[in-house]
């Protein structure tokens, strides 16, 4: 079989408000940004809607280790506008259902994350079996739009 795929290169999270978004992102998580777009114009049929023409803000985001990062774009749709009332997607759905990013230190984030008392946590700090051995210390939690994300520590035994 050939092998098409060499890397993860971003993934976009649909946003109601950037400002909103960037104030979590990179003043919460620390996450960094690497390019913005404002009022970016474009064919329609990037999203399936030849024929329209789409706009969005954009922020382009990646962590401390930059070497070949995944980026993660965070989109407000300007036209069409993202539906801001769905409600937030169970976890069991099809499709990506959380993001997750290596930490060290995950108990000090953890207590630094719970004292601003505005973060919803979905679970506290576990230990878990890591694949192919050692440890893995995780919690999730979900940002401002209602997406689960979690945090991982790495260990060996």
Known sequence: ???????LYHVCI???DIEE???????????????????????????????EEIEI???HL?????ENATVIDLIQYITPK???TAPPQNLERMGITRMAFGVKNIDDIYETLKAR?????????????????????????????????ELIESGQE
């Not at 940004?33 to 049929?45: H, I, M, Q, V």
């Open 1 to 7: 079989m050939e092998k098409f795929i060499d890397r």
């Open 14 to 16: 649909t946003v109601a």
């Open 21 to 51: 978004a960037l104030a979590f992102y990179c003043g919460v998580l620390g996450l960094e940004s690497t390019g913005s777009l404002r009022n970016e114009k474009s064919d329609g049929a990037v999203l399936g809607r030849p024929g």
């Open 57 to 59: 803000h954009a922020e």
């Open 62 to 66: 990646r962590g401390t280790v930059t």
């Open 82 to 84: 993202a539906d801001e």
């Open 117 to 149: 008392g505005d973060i919803k946590f979905v679970c506290e700090p576990m230990l878990l079996n890591a694949p192919g051995g050692g440890w893995l210390k995780v919690f999730t939690f979900h940002d401002p739009f209602g997406v689960t994300l």
